[in-house]
T-cell receptor
Framework: IAGITQAPTSQILAAGRRMTLRCTQD?????MYWYRQDLGLGLRLIHYSNTAGTTGKGEVPDGYSVSRANTDDFPLTLASAVPSQTSVYFC?????????????FGEGSRLTVL | GQNIDQPTEMTATEGAIVQINCTYQ??????LFWYQQHAGEAPTFLSY??LDGLEEKGRFSSFLSRSKGYSYLLLKELQMKDSASYLCAVQDSNYQLIWGAGTKLIIKP
């Protein structure tokens, strides 16, 4: 593993189903983030974690949950998927919080909810 | 509210120079980032400005004027591989990143 790995890279999901997007980093970064990217809109923060054991809500948290049991992993769960959650999801990390930390992004997970 | 504005799309010619503008209105300011994103790929970091002025890095330069809430990314000697979207993001007073929708740059031979 080098950098940030997301899985799956693409998924088609029936509405109402539960889905977990996985994110793992090997850079020992403290901060991790989940964004969604939709056409014509900027990246929107869903949830974040400044350090293992803590999480926070971003701009669009409804319908999503996260956990941060350790430094490396930051899964995003959709408890009951809806079509409006069709998007490309990016996990990111940085080695500092509340400062000038550059973000490192995973390759993205393209999710389609039918 | 917080807002980042940048042009939706720009076209330029290979070998030329292009300037991509970004204006912002945010609750506080702790820095401005530019990221490059090729189609179907993840964003990658290009530059960071926190003080007024020009930061040069090879063919790419980024300028910031905090009093005007304005930045630009300048790309010189354009290459076909520069065809991508360029994302402007501002760190607000809570160090949260506010992202623009991105500028799609099309390079023509």
């Amino acid at each position: 593993i080098a950098g940030i790995t997301q899985a799956p890279t693409s998924q088609i999901l029936a509405a109402g189903r539960r889905m977990t997007l996985r994110c793992t980093q090997d850079m020992r970064h403290n901060a991790m983030y989940w964004y969604r990217q939709d056409l014509g809109l900027g990246l929107r923060l869903i949830h974040y974690s400044n350090t293992a054991g803590t999480t926070g809500k971003g701009e669009v948290p409804d319908g999503y949950s996260v956990s941060r049991a350790n430094t490396d992993d930051f899964p995003l769960t959709l408890a009951s998927a809806v079509p409006s959650q069709t998007s490309v999801y990016f996990c990111a990390s940085s080695d500092s919080t509340g400062s000038t930390g550059e973000l490192f992004f995973g390759e993205g997970s393209r999710l389609t909810v039918l | 509210g917080q807002n980042i504005d940048q042009p939706t799309e720009m076209t330029a010619t290979e070998g030329a120079i292009v300037q991509i503008n970004c204006t912002y209105q945010t609750s506080g300011f702790n820095g401005l980032f530019w990221y490059q994103q090729h189609a179907g790929e993840a964003p990658t970091f290009l530059s960071y400005n926190v003080l007024d002025g020009l930061e040069e890095k090879g063919r790419f330069s980024s300028f910031l004027s905090r009093s005007k809430g304005y930045s630009y990314l300048l790309l010189k000697e354009l290459q076909m591989k520069d065809s991508a979207s360029y994302l402007c993001a501002v760190q607000d007073s809570n160090y949260q990143l506010i992202w623009g929708a991105g500028t799609k740059l099309i390079i023509k031979p």
